[in-house]
């Protein structure tokens, strides 16, 4: 089955402190991953994939095909990152992206 | 700005009626994709449209029917409302090729009471 889950519906941490947001897969083949996020009253926007390799706003992720986890992370937390992320797999035999749960990251002053 | 633009962006119908909710996709794409995203869950893949034609369906049942135009709009219906069926819709265009590469509309907000 393909599959995406996010364990925590909520993190809640402190501005500076590092930030994890955890996401495993599962699916049979070469996937595909996605990190998307939505800030308050603003569209569900990508924020990276893991084939570009990329740190934006400085947040990175690693595939871990061993583990089949794509974890999201930040070392310094910034009050602006608060906002939903969603973990997302592509699935390139129908085309669609499997989300996860989503996970709220709240950045406390 | 990234162009994908959904109609209208709230509604309320009542339970067993029929709704058609409407997507513009950004210049330059040729597929959109459906979802539908109940509270505290993540997007659901409802169906995707390529040149006109379904190229990909999710678990929805047959009441739920779609639509492309040439110039890549896109139609969402649903027939017999359901109350389970109150949820956030997301319309997701992207370019050919790209699949993957997908930019969301702002959704439209659908209560069935």
């Known amino acids: 089955a393909q599959r995406v889950t996010q364990p925590e519906k909520l993190l809640s941490v402190f501005k500076g402190a590092p930030v994890e947001l955890k996401c495993n897969y599962s699916y049979s083949g070469s996937p595909e991953l996605f990190w998307y996020v939505q800030y308050s009253r603003q569209r569900l926007q990508l924020l990276l994939r893991h084939i570009s390799r990329e740190s934006i706003k400085g947040f990175t992720a690693d595939l871990n095909k061993g583990e089949t986890s794509f974890h999201l992370k930040k070392p310094f937390a910034q009050e602006e990152d608060s906002a939903m992320y969603y973990c997302a797999l592509y699935s390139s035999n129908t085309g669609k992206l499997i989300f996860g749960q989503g996970t709220t990251l709240q950045v406390k002053p | 700005e990234t162009g994908v633009t959904q109609s209208p962006t709230h509604l309320i119908k009542t339970r067993g009626q029929q709704v058609t909710l409407r997507c513009s996709s950004q210049?330059?794409?040729?597929?959109v994709s459906w979802y539908q995203q109940a509270l505290g869950q993540g997007p659901q893949f409802i169906f995707q449209y390529y040149r006109e034609e379904e190229n990909g369906r999710g678990n929805f049942p047959p009441r739920f029917s779609g639509l492309q135009f040439p110039n890549y709009s896109s139609e969402l219906n649903v027939n017999a409302l359901e109350l389970d069926d109150s949820a956030l819709y997301l319309c997701a265009s992207s370019a050919a090729g790209k699949n993957t590469e997908a930019f969301f509309g702002q959704g439209t907000r659908l209560t069935v009471v």
């Open positions: 210049s330059g794409h040729n597929t």
